[in-house]
């Protein structure tokens, strides 16, 4: 029996106030998936990953999280969800004013009834587990652009949520660090089970990541193409993907 | 439940049963630092992260070479490994405690510091001032029309509204003193006196100092968190010229006129209370009023608002200039900015209280 996928959306219009970007959006993301969301920039991606996490309002139609309707869910239950969902933004976001370990126990504070002895323990594991053990006293400016992701990450896994949302989460990196980021993100999957939703334009990272992905396309604004990035590079369904895929080659010049 | 063998300098851990993590693990920590660990698993029935983060706390300084694991759970073994992937980093060293004397030492380093940075920023904002005079020194006309615009227009009706309650209370008060003798109608001399010669002023450049001073920390704070600053000196470009001469301008040519306005909007407010509460006919107030006009307080007044304006232009500028790179570096140059003024604005306040004894004004 096929299983039920973590997030559904149906027939959905992005934008901000009343201008819609995109139009008429339905996918599927099956649970301990990788999902990539793709496209050219300013085609409405992070509009997308916004209104995923609830942060602005759908201009119509309807999102399901682990089977909850989010335009019609009661304040509970919006918040129920969003303790199972960690978000990564580009710049890491983590609190200038709190050491790594504050910003990783914020939400543990918040929301469990765990001792400060507990919390300690959890807020180094997870540390540890994006490579960053020991870095507990350590403030954001006083470590790297990637190790600011790698513990934006941390916090975003502390209450071991379901979903992670990534919003480019190779932009500024190197690339070996973006390697790295790739193959934690990877780790996690595997070893948590945990949901991976990546908003992303970085082809090797695309490549190296996606087991599923949807093209966002500014021309017809709607997604146009759906599936493996990799299903998609070998058969495109249309010249965009083509360009987007192989960084400018034009599909006409291919087929000949 | 977990056993512990501890043979030599090789450690067993047997893993079995249920693995809840509810303090399931007792042991040493020290014991296990520099010894090989065999973590073994057996009949285990069911585990959770719970229990993996209380043996990571355990084995957290272990190095992951010296640990072997057999018979675990897969999902446990992983996280292990990507838990164990880098070395356990040192925590940084405590900040080793200061003696008193020491204390006082670095305060008097940074505030001699201070000090010069303050003198070296005034210095810069006079050149550029005299500079501008030359037409060396330009900025954007633009950013000027925009700055005085907020300093000036849209900030007449709190201006206003303050000087007029600051004037209601002064004659309020005064009247109440004044009545024991019978001359409160003196009120009007009170409120014209105090308002012309310093109350106009002061009210006006704490407005302005809270108003318009933050105003310029964050704004150009906010510029140094995003690297326009940075910007901006790579261009070749200084930022005194470009950005605190149009600020310091429109301030220096709003005050006298906020001042004004003050003045008479205070007036307005003890004209209000004589005439409604005290029963002092409004030609009578007028005329008192007319009478202890002098031309020098409200001179001396207007002189007060110039110098505010410096002093509230260059606190914002310079606490703006200096701000860190994060969002609360800018929460501290706006506090400062604004403490800073009022500050310097009182001891400028009684600075040329002296230079008018003086010379007799």
Not at chain 1, 25 to 49: A, E, Q, R
Not at chain 2, 94 to 123: M, T
Not at chain 2, 207 to 213: C, E, P, S, W
Request: hydrophobic fraction near 45%; include cysteine; glycine fraction near 8%.
């Amino acid at each position: 029996m096929k299983q039920d996928p973590i997030i559904h959306v149906e027939n959905l219009d992005i934008g901000y106030d009343r201008k819609v970007i995109m139009r008429n959006l339905s996918f599927d993301i099956p649970k301990g998936d990788i999902f990539i969301i793709m496209g050219g920039s300013g085609c409405g991606k992070s509009t997308l990953l916004r209104t995923l996490t609830g942060l602005i309002p759908a201009q119509s139609g309807r999102i399901f999280i682990q089977g909850v309707e989010m335009s019609a869910a009661s304040l509970d239950e919006k918040l129920e969800i969003m303790k199972h969902s960690g978000i990564l933004y580009q710049s890491g976001a983590l609190f200038s004013s709190m050491t790594l370990a504050e910003n990783v126990a914020l939400p543990l504070q918040q929301y469990t009834p765990y001792s400060q002895d507990k919390i300690d323990q959890i807020v180094s594991f997870k540390l540890a587990l994006v490579g960053l053990a020991g870095y507990e006293d350590y403030y954001p400016s006083e470590i790297s652009g990637g190790m600011c992701k790698r513990a934006g990450l941390a916090r975003a896994l502390a209450l071991d949520p379901e979903i992670v949302y990534f919003d480019e989460p190779s932009a500024g990196l190197d690339p070996v660090s973006s390697k790295n980021l790739d193959d934690l993100i990877l780790e996690i999957n595997k070893t948590l089970g945990t949901t991976i939703i990546v908003v992303t334009h970085e082809l090797p990272s695309i490549f190296a990541i996606a087991k599923h992905s949807i093209f966002l396309d500014k021309s017809v604004q709607t997604i146009s193409a759906e599936g493996n990035p990799k299903d998609l590079l070998k058969n495109p369904p249309n010249n965009q993907v083509y360009e987007f895929l192989t960084r400018g080659a034009s599909h006409e010049k291919r087929a000949k | 439940m977990v056993e512990f063998k501890i043979k030599g300098n090789s450690v067993s851990i047997l893993l079995s049963g249920v693995l809840d993590g509810t303090k399931c693990i007792d042991a040493p920590v020290q014991v296990l630092h520099h010894k090989k660990i065999s973590l073994t698993g057996k009949d285990i029935v069911s585990w959770n992260t719970d229990f993996v983060v209380e043996l990571f706390t355990l084995l957290k300084r272990v190095p992951k070479e010296n640990i072997t694991y057999s018979g675990l759970p897969e999902g446990m073994e992983r996280l292990l490994e990507l838990a164990f992937q880098n070395p356990y980093k040192d925590q940084k060293n405590a900040q080793e405690k200061s003696s008193f004397l020491e204390c006082i030492g670095n305060w008097g380093i940074c505030f001699w510091r201070s000090v010069e940075k303050g003198c070296a920023f005034i210095h810069q904002c006079l050149s550029s001032w005299g500079r501008q005079l030359t037409g060396v020194a330009v900025y954007r006309k633009k950013d000027f029309w925009m700055v005085l615009a907020d300093c000036g227009p849209k900030a007449i009706l709190i201006v206003s509204l303050i000087s007029f309650m600051v004037g209601l209370i002064l004659a309020f008060v005064g009247a109440l003193q004044l009545k024991t003798f019978g001359a409160q109608v003196y009120v009007a001399s009170l409120v014209t006196i105090g308002m012309t010669r310093i109350m106009g002023a002061i009210m006006t450049g704490i407005i302005m100092a809270g108003r318009t001073g933050a105003s310029y920390a964050a704004t150009i704070g906010t510029m140094q968190v995003n690297e326009e600053l940075d910007a901006l000196q790579t261009m070749g470009i200084s930022r005194t010229d470009f950005l605190v001469l149009p600020r310091m301008n429109a301030l220096l040519l709003s005050m006298p006129i906020l001042i004004l306005l003050s003045d008479i909007m205070g007036i307005l407010g003890g004209c209000f209370v004589c005439v409604l509460f005290w029963d002092i006919p409004l030609v009578e107030y007028i005329k008192y009023t007319l009478n202890s006009f002098d031309l020098t307080n409200f001179l001396v007044g207007v002189f007060h608002g110039v110098v505010f304006g410096f002093v509230i232009a260059v606190c914002g500028c310079y606490f703006g200039v200096h701000c860190g790179r994060n969002a609360d570096s800018v929460g501290t140059a706006t506090t400062n900015a604004v403490v800073y003024a009022i500050v310097w604005m009182i001891i400028m306040t009684g600075l040329i209280t002296l230079l008018c004894e003086r010379i007799g004004i």
